[in-house]
């Protein structure tokens, strides 16, 4: 859902489960309070404070925060952006981790959605809600995912970073050497596993569509739609059990569909990297993503529909997986010069051109009322329909017990897509180690 690297692994900007990190974590913000009064304070003799910024990106993404970060510093002769150091994307949980354990850490650190609330639990977190709610773009302007991805607890502990949508690209050729038209929006997920049938050809070594395999994150969050549109919920309402023991046993079973007619290419390595090279080379009719990959499927040339995802009820619904620019205290000049820089950074004018040039969408309305994003989006085919899917996106929970749900589910899914378990065993399962971890107090 990409920033993480550029496709074809763009796919990791969901991120790779790390286990443990919560933990980790609460470990390390337990005994770490005054660390932060310890570190330089980053002002320099000419009164310039250098902040340091790990931005997890790759590639073309690289390029552009880097080319923001210069602008930037020309506008703010007194604030240098440092952006060396850090790691990419995938592995930030542990390196902040460890950052935090050794109490030398970044100012801005790129940190997945899924794992905020785990980093959050460090008092080294800064607390934004002031700065964002006081900032140049009202609040309320930010994209209802965006917001909701950096809220914990009614206090904003991030500010957005990226802003996706799941919905299903489609080879136009396959589906035509196929004999299988095309769908449109309002299809369902039994029409999903029937057009995936119906697409492929063992014979040719063609897939109706493709599921990564490695019961990381980005095996995980394309169930969730799912179980939303089931009315169930990745955590009940008590907050100590999950709230989808009997919609995950429906949602696998659409899974288990797609195992038994063998119209699923299950990616056997972290990224999906395989399972879009398999779609590039048209031997996959139809694979769920996020606009990030549009550009490699341009790249490559193929003849593409971008139609939403299918539901159960008829009734748009889709996932949002928003990553954050998460900051941290090292002092006030740093931490003020920090938030500076992101609240630049997050600015339509600025926005704008991380969406079109590393492949997000807007993080506000401000921003998709930019001249350049429209442009951009007028010129590239279906990019519109992951636009609109916002106003039906759902975030995952902003939790610090999610990694763990995450972990259970991602080893249900893959039971499931590979035969070992039933969809009603494969739930039980989940559920007896998600509800011990959410037992855990927070």
């Known amino acids: 859902m990409s920033a993480v690297p550029r496709a074809p692994g763009a796919v990791t900007r ?12 609460a470990a390390a913000g337990g005994g770490l309070a005054g660390c932060a009064a310890g570190a330089a304070d980053g002002v ?34 007194d604030i240098r952006v440092d952006m060396g150091g850090g790691v990419l994307a995938d592995a930030m949980l542990q390196k902040v981790t460890a950052a935090l354990a050794s109490g030398a850490y970044p100012d801005i650190a790129y940190v997945f959605g899924s794992d905020l609330a785990s980093v959050a639990r460090s008092p080294q977190v800064v607390d934004l809600t002031e700065a964002m709610e006081r900032g140049p773009t009202p609040w309320r302007n930010y994209h209802a995912p965006a917001r909701e ?14 802003l996706d949508a799941l919905a299903v690209v489609c080879n136009k050729k396959v589906f035509a050497e196929a004999g299988v038209e095309l769908p449109e929006p309002g299809w369902t997920w039994r029409e999903f596993t029937d057009t995936a049938r119906r697409l492929t050809d063992a014979g040719k070594g063609r897939f109706g569509t ?91 040339e193929l003849d593409y529909h971008v139609v ?46 991380w969406d079109v040039e590393a492949g997000s969408l807007p993080l506000s309305r401000r921003s998709e009322d930019r001249p350049a994003w429209r442009t951009h989006s007028a010129r590239t085919p279906g990019l519109s329909v992951f636009t609109e899917a916002v106003a039906s ?13 995450s972990r259970a589910l991602g080893q249900a899914v893959v039971a499931v897509l590979l035969g070992r378990k039933s969809p009603a065993d494969a739930v039980r399962s989940c559920a007896e180690e998600s509800n011990a971890a959410l037992l855990i107090p927070r």
Do not use: C
């Open 44 to 77: 320099g003799d000419d009164g310039r404070v250098t902040i340091q910024m790990w931005h997890g990106q790759n590639d073309t993404a690289a390029k552009v925060i880097k080319s923001l970060a210069a602008e930037f510093e020309r506008a703010h002769p």
């Open 149 to 162: 991805a950096v809220t914990i607890n009614g206090r904003i502990r991030a500010v957005p970073a990226l």
């Open 393 to 405: 996106a759902r975030v995952r929970p902003v939790h610090p017990a999610y990694p763990r749900v």
């Open 308 to 353: 939403p995802l299918p539901t159960f009820s008829r009734r748009p619904l889709t996932i949002s997986g928003p990553d954050t620019w998460t900051l941290f205290d090292n002092g006030a000049a740093r931490a003020k010069a920090a938030r500076t820089f992101v609240t630049w950074l997050t600015q339509p004018a600025q926005d704008s051109r």
């Open 14 to 25: 969901r991120g790779v489960l790390r286990v443990g990190g919560a933990g980790a974590l």
């Open 210 to 300: 493709g599921w990564p395999g490695t019961g990381d994150e980005d095996t995980v969050w394309r169930l969730w739609p799912l179980v939303w549109d089931l009315g169930g919920e990745v955590i009940a309402e008590d907050g100590r059990s999950i709230g989808f023991e009997k919609e995950g046993v429906r949602a696998l079973e659409v899974v288990r569909e797609l195992a038994d007619d063998k119209s699923v290419y299950i990616d056997p390595k972290p990224g999906s990297e395989q399972m879009y090279q398999v779609f590039l080379s048209g031997r996959m009719g139809m694979v769920p993503t996020a606009p990030w990959q549009l550009p490699d499927i341009e790249q490559a």
